[in-house]
Structure formats: C-alpha cells, structure tokens
C-alpha cells in the first residue's frame, strides 16, 4: 500500500448532492409548460434565467421579482446550479480554480484567470478526454461523458460569480474604486466586474460535443445572458477536421485554436494519438477552411515538450509548415503532470523555437503561467480531487 498523499486544501463543506435537476437544464418550453402548469405565464422562465445570468442570484428564494408561492415550488422541484463545489482553490495572482461534482458524482474542473482588465473563463466540455494525448491530465482515465449545456453554462455562471460584482451607479463615482481594484505586488490592478473572456480549453475536447457546447455559448452571447461576444471566445481542439468545417459553417466568429503539438505526422501521431486517423494536412486545411470562412486567424498551439518536439529541426520543421499561412502559434511549455515522463523545454531550445518561427514571419506567444501553484494544468487538479476522495471513501 502506498502512503496516502498529503491533503492539499483543509477539508471543504460537503453537502449532500442535489437530487433535482439543475434550472439552466430545463428546455425553454418544457420550463414554460411546468410554470403553466402553476398557473404562471411564460415571462416566469426568462425571469428565472436573468436571475441567475445577470443577477447572480444562487436561491430561488432571493429571486424577488418572483412571487413567494412560486419560488417555493421552483426550490421544490429544480436545483438553481446542478453541480457542487469540491474543491475551490485562490492563487496569489487571483486565478481561481473550481473543481465541481456534477450530479452524476463525476468531476470536472473549471477556472477563472484574472488579468488586468479581464477575466478569462476556462470551462470543460467533457469528463475526462477520449483523446489520449500522452501529456496531459485530463485523458489518463478516458472520457465518461459529454457535458450538458447546463453544466457548461453552469460553470460560466459559477466563475463570474467570483469575480468582483458590479457596483450600481452611485453618487459618489470614488465610492466606486475599493470593490474593482486591488494591490497585487505593489501596483493597483482593476478586476473586471463581469466575465470577459471564454476559452474552451479545459477537460474534454469541445468539438466532440460540439451541440452542447454551442448552445451554453449561445446563452453566453446573449445580451440577457453572459453578455460575452463570440470573438471573445476561443475554442481549442485536438484537431477534428469535419467538426472545424462544421464550426466555420455556424457562421460566429469563435476564434479557434488548434492543438498541433507536432510539425510532421510521425512525431504528433506519437503525442497525439488521434491524428492517426486524421493526420496533419486534413486538420491544416480545415483551419484554412476556418478563416477562409470567417477572417478569424486561428490560433496553433505547441505545447513545448523538452527534447521531444522542440530540436532544432522541429523548429525549422513548423516554420515551414504555417510559411505562408497567417497563424499565431501559442508555445505552451508543458506542465508538470505527476507520473508521466515529460520534461519542460530548456531555455535556449524554446528561444531557438522561438527566433526560428519568428524569422519565418509568424507570430509567436509562449503562454503565460497563471495560477500555477493551485494546479491550474488541464485535469491536475480533479486527480488530485479523485486522490483524496478515493482515498476518504476508502
Ligand atoms: N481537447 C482540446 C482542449 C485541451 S486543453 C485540445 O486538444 O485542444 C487546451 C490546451 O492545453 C491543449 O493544447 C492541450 O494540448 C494543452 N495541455 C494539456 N495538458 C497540458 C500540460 N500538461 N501542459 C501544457 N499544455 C497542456
């Protein structure tokens, strides 16, 4: 028996799971049907939804603009979020990491990553990952399901809801200032009071449940819902060639973002098993396809494995892949995932990548490390969750 790992966060409220049915679950008509039902007109069902979409409301019970009789039966019947939380961790630089049960007791992970001005959601769209890239977290157990789009809504809501709340207009505008900005390392930093920013790019690979997903966006766009614009949302995937064609045709301008990973076939079939089936030059012409389709330049991400992808020649090797097409490539030196045998890149290899595609006229970022303290890396966190609850059950 191995000994039991180290308890990471003091132990959290534990309520019983919610029995009912999550409210942004329920279809519009089939809602509309059971307020009919109660002798309510179909007004009720947007009330109900603003409450929670704008007005952060987490109880029926809050939702004043309802009369009392019908938040009791709206409480009897339906949950207003159908998950819970297990796990809620805060790193210094105020990116927030969610780990959420889900009715079914499954775990997803969510996170907030707050920057001066924005605020950037990171919403799962499956359990687990069917896709297996060898690197990551998030596949080491498979995928159990596709998310609803309540559940996705859900942890949109659920991570705006940590961020600052707005302050009504008041009188004295200066009354305004202590509750959206904050004293990070000596310098006054604004939060937003609002989410600002989507990126789909959390457990599960969003083009495989690609409905769902599209729906929760739609309400995400909707000025009565999240109020968050399309071109504000970024969908990441391992690289589906016939669902990027279908996205290009839903006619939203979803930046999209492709997982390369791999300059040529041999090597990304190493570290991204699927594209046996799909290879380089199909995903390639599909995001061709993608900003033919929509102007939006798409966006390829490299995740920087050290030794593995990132020689010299892979350098060169990726320049001359995107030469000529207007990419932006994100180099994402790989987090570290506890058991696997994976290395982050040595400096100068990174910067050689770096100068190589740079001369080769594209555009470069290495991404950011947000919140890396509290496990922010794909799927880190809900292992670490697993762990501990398999470990308390046991
Ligand atoms: N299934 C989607 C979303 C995955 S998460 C996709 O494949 O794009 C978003 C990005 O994070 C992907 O590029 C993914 O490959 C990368 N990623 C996953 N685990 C990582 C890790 N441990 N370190 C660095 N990047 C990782």
Redesign the pocket.
């Known amino acids: 028996m191995s000994a039991p790992l180290p308890l990471l966060d003091p132990p959290q409220p534990d309520p019983a799971p919610p029995a009912k049915r999550g409210v942004l679950d329920v279809p519009a008509d089939e809602f509309r049907a059971w307020l009919a039902a109660r002798g309510q007109p179909p007004m009720r069902a947007g009330q109900v939804r603003r409450q929670v979409l704008v007005n952060r409301a987490v109880t029926f019970e809050e939702m004043s603009d309802l009369p009392k009789g019908l938040r009791a039966e709206l409480a009897d019947e339906f949950d207003v979020f159908s998950t819970r939380v297990e796990r809620h961790r805060t790193a210094s630089d105020d990116t927030h990491k969610l780990v959420l049960r889900l009715a079914d007791g499954g775990m997803i992970e969510s996170v907030l990553i707050q920057d001066e001005g924005r605020a950037t959601a990171?919403v799962s769209?499956q359990v687990g990952?069917g896709?297996g890239?060898v690197?990551?977290?998030?596949g080491l157990n498979g995928v159990v399901r596709n998310l609803t789009s309540g559940e996705i809504l859900e942890q949109l809501v659920r991570l705006r809801n940590l961020t600052p709340k707005p302050v009504v207009a008041e009188k004295n505008p200066i009354s305004r200032a202590p509750s959206r900005r904050e004293v990070r390392d000596g310098t006054t930093v604004a939060l937003a009071d609002r989410l600002t920013h989507i990126?789909?790019?959390?457990?599960?690979?969003?083009?495989?449940n690609l409905d769902n997903l599209l729906s929760a966006l739609a309400v995400a766009g909707d000025k009565n819902g999240l109020g968050i614009g399309a071109r504000h949302v970024t969908i990441?995937?391992?690289?589906l060639p016939a669902k990027i064609v279908r996205l290009a045709e839903v006619g939203k301008q979803y930046s999209l973002?492709?997982?390369l990973?791999a300059p040529d076939d041999a090597l990304r079939t190493r570290i991204?098993p699927t594209n046996d089936k799909t290879g380089l030059d199909a995903i390639l012409a599909a995001a061709d396809a993608y900003f033919a389709e929509t102007g939006r330049q798409v966006t390829y991400?490299?995740?920087?494995l050290g030794g593995l992808n990132d020689q010299p020649e892979h350098a060169r090797q990726l320049a001359g892949l995107l030469a000529g097409r207007k990419a932006h490539v994100?180099l994402?030196?790989?987090?570290?995932?506890d058991g696997?045998p994976?290395q982050r890149p040595r400096d100068n290899d990174l910067q050689y990548l770096i100068d190589t595609l740079r001369k080769g006229g594209i555009s470069v970022k290495v991404?950011k490390r947000k919140g890396s303290e509290i496990d922010a890396?794909?799927?880190?966190l809900r292992r670490r969750a697993e762990q501990t609850s398999v470990r308390s059950e046991g």
């Open positions: 990171c769209t990952c896709m890239c690197f990551c977290a998030s990126v789909v790019m959390g457990m599960g690979e969003p083009l495989a990441s995937t391992v690289g973002a492709v997982s990973h991204v991400e490299y995740v920087v994100n994402i030196p790989w987090n570290n995932v696997l994976y991404r890396a794909c799927g880190q």
